[in-house]
Every structure is written in structure tokens, then in C-alpha cells.
């Protein structure tokens, strides 16, 4: 996936220094891509272009405030319950992401790996009803923030508050834990969930992909 390998540029960026990344990611053969955090200036567009990049997709980063703690629901749909899946069950979080993304299970498995799911600050979650895995997502905390990744819901499980209960129990977590501030890169479809409870888009991230 090109949002998944990325050169990574700061506004205060090197030319060169993206360039260099540049050059050296496009030679892995993989789909990637120049991510941008806001606006593309002239310079780094034309250095992007020189790779082929010249699609721009857009998502929104939305931050959600502690204040707004109160606000959330305690309650969970019946028969639901969620709990941290530790590295020893990786597999069980791998499995129930590739159904909620549609996507083959030998990628998944790369990115959910014991030693990630066991890191410092990493919490990976699942909702389960009746047993069943219906919903994924992961937090990792970085001083008083907390990023909210790996959000999923197979098609026939949606539309049942699965994904809503599960995002209202991590940030509960997330501020017990010592969280004052959520950050979500969000898709058209978990953007209006997220809104609802609260929080609010402050930054637009800028994937330069080719077309």
C-alpha cells in the first residue's frame, strides 16, 4: 500500500534529504509514497513529479480533547466485550483485521508482530461478540497523546455501534493511562463517527502518489 511506505516530509524540510529518501524507497519495487503534512510547496511538487507522483490524495488528521471524557458512553452492545490483545495472540488481532479490511492475511501479518503489540506504549484491542472478533483498532501513546490506528469492522458486522463502542473504550483507556490528546488519520467512512464524539479536524495530510 503507498500510504503504508512513506518518505515522510516536515515542513521544514532538506530538498536533498527527500530526494535521497526518496530515490532510495522507489528502488524497493513496493507502492509508496511522499507524505505531507498541510500544504505542498512548488519545489517539493516538482521533486515528487520527477517520480511519477503527481496524484495528491488527502486525508484529514482529527484531534480529539480528554475534556470531552464525560461525554463518552460506558456501555457496550450486547453480548460485546472489550480487552487488549497481548503479543502471545497476535494472531488473533491479525485475523480479525485482515476481515475488517478485506485484505490478505500475509499483509496483515506483517504488521501485527508480537514484539509491536508488546511494545512500550503500544495497546493493540479487539471488540468481541459472543467470541467473535467484530472490531479492531490500536492506540500508541506518545508522552500525553495518543494515536488512534488499525480501525476495522468486517462488511455484515457494521452498523451494530461495534467500532463506536470500541473507539469510546480506548480513548477511556488511553486518558486513565495518562492521555490528554487523541490524533486519528481518518477515511470518509470513520471520519463522521469520530466528529460525533467530539473531535475535530486541525490538519490535513497530503499523500504524493502516482497518478
Known amino acids: 500500500m503507498s500510504t503504508l511506505n512513506v518518505v515522510y516530509v516536515e515542513p521544514e524540510r532538506i530538498l536533498a534529504e527527500v530526494d535521497e ?13 511522499i507524505q ?18 503527481t496524484s495528491a490524495e488527502a486525508s484529514p488528521l482529527l484531534l480529539w480533547d480528554a475534556e470531552l471524557l464525560p461525554t463518552l458512553s460506558t456501555g ?6 472489550v480487552r487488549r490483545v497481548p503479543g502471545a495472540e497476535w494472531e ?3 485475523a480479525a483485521m485482515a476481515a475488517g479490511f478485506g485484505a490478505p492475511r500475509a499483509v496483515v501479518d506483517q504488521l501485527i508482530q508480537p514484539a509491536l503489540l508488546d511494545a512500550p506504549g503500544v495497546t493493540g484491542y479487539v471488540l468481541e461478540v459472543n467470541g467473535e472478533s467484530v472490531a479492531t483498532g490500536h492506540n500508541i501513546r506518545i508522552g500525553d ?13 457494521r452498523g451494530n455501534g461495534y467500532y463506536r463502542a470500541l473507539v469510546a473504550a480506548r480513548l477511556r483507556e488511553a486518558v486513565a493511562d495518562g492521555a490528554h490528546y487523541a490524533i486519528s488519520e481518518n477515511s470518509p467512512m470513520s471520519r463522521p463517527l ?18
Open 145 to 157: 497523546h495518543v494515536l488512534m490506528l488499525g480501525g476495522s469492522v468486517p462488511a455484515q458486522h
Open 92 to 94: 488473533v488481532l491479525a
Open 194 to 211: 469520530f466528529e460525533s464524539l467530539g473531535a475535530r479536524q486541525f490538519e490535513t495530510l497530503i499523500h504524493l502518489t502516482a497518478s
Open 21 to 33: 529518501f526518496a530515490g532510495e524507497l522507489s528502488a524497493k519495487g513496493v507502492p509508496w509514497s
Open 76 to 81: 457496550l452492545p450486547l453480548g460485546a466485550q
Open 36 to 53: 505531507v503534512r498541510g500544504e505542498v510547496d512548488p519545489e517539493l511538487r516538482n521533486l515528487a513529479a520527477g517520480y511519477g507522483m
